[in-house]
């Protein structure tokens, strides 16, 4: 039993951000962020690495991609869609890095290495829901993931961390809300 630990990749600790906040992902390998956008649709980038471009002193006008060899980089595209049936369900595509490098404000950007996650492009039906909930991403290791969370010790203060309040909302149940909205 103590061997297949190490087959098995954790499933926390890796860095999410959204929308000016940064989440760790938990043991449950979730992360969460309050909703910045109205459109039924975010993008979700996998890259060990990205780079904020500072306008003057501590004011930061984009981040960017810095695609490599050593720093491989997928982005993919959600859309919440709806077909003939009134059934709603994401289409999930793989989508270019964008020439100019700039990370859309829309962008789930994930600190890791690509190859520690698994999104399946294609259709994944879901539930209608005020939130966006997205389609499972899988772990499935853990390349670098020390060096990518010392990297991102530079650039954290540019980003608020989520702060989740926890409420008794049954016998059985607790009901976790994002207080940073």
């Not at 990749?9 to 929308?19: H, M, V």
């Amino acid at each position: 039993r103590e061997l297949q630990k190490h087959f098995k990749p954790n499933l926390s600790g890796f860095i999410a951000t959204y929308g000016g906040y940064m989440d760790i992902s938990n043991t449950d390998g979730l992360v969460s962020f309050p909703l910045r956008h109205v459109s039924p649709k975010v993008y979700v980038a996998v890259t060990p690495e990205i780079k904020l471009i500072n306008v003057k002193g501590n004011t930061l006008s984009h981040k960017e991609f810095i695609p490599s060899e050593e720093n491989p980089t997928e982005v993919y595209l959600f859309e919440k869609k709806e077909d003939d049936k009134k059934q709603t369900y994401w289409n999930i595509s793989k989508v270019e890095i964008p020439k100019d490098k700039k990370i859309n404000p829309i962008t789930i950007v994930f600190i890791t290495h690509p190859k520690n996650l698994f999104i399946a492009p294609g259709h994944v039906i879901t539930a209608e829901n005020e939130q966006l909930v997205l389609p499972d991403i899988f772990v499935v290791g853990n390349i670098d993931k020390a060096k990518e969370i010392l990297q991102m010790l530079d650039i954290k203060r540019f980003f608020e961390a989520i702060d989740i309040e926890e409420k008794k909302a049954g016998e059985t149940t607790v009901q976790k809300l994002i207080k940073n909205l």
